[in-house]
């Protein structure tokens, strides 16, 4: 009995770090950046998730820069991000006297976080920001094409810009909706075929058929729509070749 006893109490200890292994976060590094930015005040300047930069008296441009449209007046490249985050300036602003004067006139002033974040955390924000940045650009047309679908059909409205974040979703198996560009990706997504299925039905044939999979789908706040009435010949195949580009740029 105590035998027994002790072979139940193995079994369920090793189930229970089963299931810990396969609900395990992978959250990407621009998502992890997004939280961080949050927690850490950025949006209290550059609005929200640095969409909207708020009011600036005495700058020129007389607002807080914001992420996207206005990232590449101030930062040209990752360093330059990563110069803006560690030093509160780049060093191509910091040696510009005009620019210097510039932003002394400005009410607000960029702080530095080079004391009060790790390097790991900065990374993050560095992706974070070069995600909302919609940066890199793929060269490749065909790319090209399947990002610029996946955004007129609404895909980034839930998975972020390009498909980066993991934002909340309340009830989901593990919690946020995925990213194309991390470990989830594949878990829910084995090849083209099934990609397809997503994009057209919503639902993967494997994960229709899977009641524990059903059960969480269900559950969900945000579910995945069927898009199979809006897509236009080509879109599937376009929008996988990005999928598969950007996964090859986050591993670089």
Same mark, same amino acid.
């Not at 105590?2 to 998502?31: F, I, M, N, Q």
């Not at 990232?71 to 490249?77: E, G, K, P, R, Y």
């Not at 059903?214 to 236009?232: G, K, N």
């Given at each position: ?21 396969? *609900? ?26 640095? %969409? ?18 206005? *990232? ?60 909302? %940045? ?44 995925? %990213? ?67 996964? %090859?740029?986050?591993?670089?």
């Amino acid at each position: 009995m105590r035998r027994l006893s002790g072979l139940l109490l193995v079994g369920v200890v090793l189930g229970s770090l089963t299931a810990g292994w396969a *609900l395990r976060p992978h959250l990407p590094a621009a998502e992890r950046g997004r939280r961080l930015a949050e927690r850490t005040g950025c949006f209290a300047c550059h609005g929200p998730e640095g %969409s909207q930069g708020t009011a600036n008296p005495g700058n020129k441009d007389l607002t807080v820069p914001t992420f996207a449209g206005d *990232l590449m007046m101030f930062a040209d490249s990752e360093d330059e991000i990563r110069e803006w985050i560690k030093d509160g300036v780049s060093a191509k602003h910091a040696r510009s006297q005009t620019l210097r004067e510039q932003r002394e006139r400005g009410t607000l002033k960029m702080p530095a976080f080079k004391h009060r974040l790790s390097s790991a955390q900065i990374e993050d924000l560095v992706a974070f920001v070069s995600a909302i %940045s919609e940066s890199p650009e793929p060269d490749d047309s065909r790319v090209a094409h399947g990002r610029t679908r996946a955004e007129a059909l609404g895909c980034f409205g839930c998975h972020g810009p390009g498909g980066r974040l993991a934002r909340p979703n309340s009830g989901s198996l593990k919690g946020y909706v995925p %990213s194309w560009d991390e470990a989830d990706f594949p878990e829910l997504v084995a090849n083209r075929r099934e990609f397809g299925e997503w994009v057209e039905h919503g639902v993967s044939k494997r994960f229709e058929h899977d009641r524990l999979a059903q059960f969480f789908l269900r559950r969900a706040v945000i579910r995945m729509p069927a898009f199979r009435r809006d897509l236009e010949p080509g879109d599937v195949d376009a929008m996988w070749a990005y999928v598969q580009w950007m996964r %090859s740029e986050a591993r670089k």
